[in-house]
């Protein structure tokens, strides 16, 4: 089975701030990712599919990146409504997500 | 729009079998795969697993956990995907979700299981 590795578990940045999370593959996945925003009580939402096409509806501060084994999610200035736990999706085969990253605002 | 329903939760005991239902609406179901996932209290994403389209084979793949205790069938007939869940562990209280296609763009509101003695 192919593991995804999240990284940071947790962060904390300011409104503004330009947030950079890091999804990592025990394998090549080629582009086979997506990334999700989920809130608390709330189902996951798609921001992002084969790594760097953004779904619609979705802002444009939020951007993906990568190929292979090792993905990024960008949002280029957080906002308060950004606080929630993203998690990366490899979608290769089989399907298996991240362990989730906390986004808090200070 | 796409919809998909899910249904069949509840409270079981250990070892008891449960069958969840989702009916979908808004796509031509025959032609999508569709996966399983679901969220334990507290905790991330899993995937449970998933079952292809017939024409693609109709095959099915499923995740390590519940591998030989879970089986996912589907009746195109009813735009209707099931989750069969034999030998039920507490560890497999969650909120269960169905999903379509390889990512998922379309979430339902999800359907808790809750095993307990």
């Known amino acids: 089975d192919i593991q995804m590795t999240q990284s940071p578990s947790t962060l904390s940045a300011s409104v503004g701030d330009r947030v950079t999370i890091t999804c990592r593959a025990s394998?090549?996945?080629?582009?086979?990712l997506a990334w999700y925003q989920q809130k608390p009580g709330k189902a996951p939402k798609l921001l992002i599919y084969r790594a760097s096409s953004l779904e619609s509806g979705v802002p444009s501060r939020f951007s993906g990146r990568g190929s292979g084994t090792e993905f990024t999610l960008t949002i280029s200035s957080l906002q308060p409504d950004d606080s929630a736990t993203y998690y990366c999706q490899h979608y290769n085969g089989y399907s298996g997500f991240g362990q989730g990253t906390k986004v808090e605002i200070k | 729009e796409v919809q998909l329903v899910e249904s069949g939760g509840g409270l079981v005991k250990p070892g008891e079998s449960l069958r969840l239902s989702c009916v979908v609406s808004?796509?031509?179901?025959?032609?999508?795969?569709m996966s399983w996932v679901r969220q334990a209290p507290g905790k991330g994403l899993e995937w449970v697993g998933r079952?292809?389209?017939?024409?693609?084979?109709?095959?099915?793949d499923y995740a390590a956990p519940v591998k030989g205790r879970f089986s996912i069938s589907r009746d195109d007939s009813k735009n209707t995907l099931y989750l069969h869940m034999n030998s039920l562990e507490t560890e497999d209280t969650a909120v269960y979700y169905c999903?379509?296609?390889?990512?998922?763009?379309?979430w339902g509101q999800g359907i808790p299981v809750t095993v307990s003695s």
């Open positions: 394998q090549s996945i080629s582009s086979w």
């Open positions: 079952i292809k389209s017939k024409t693609d084979g109709g095959t099915t």
């Open positions: 999903l379509d296609g390889g990512y998922f763009d379309y």
């Open positions: 808004g796509i031509t179901f025959s032609n999508v795969w």
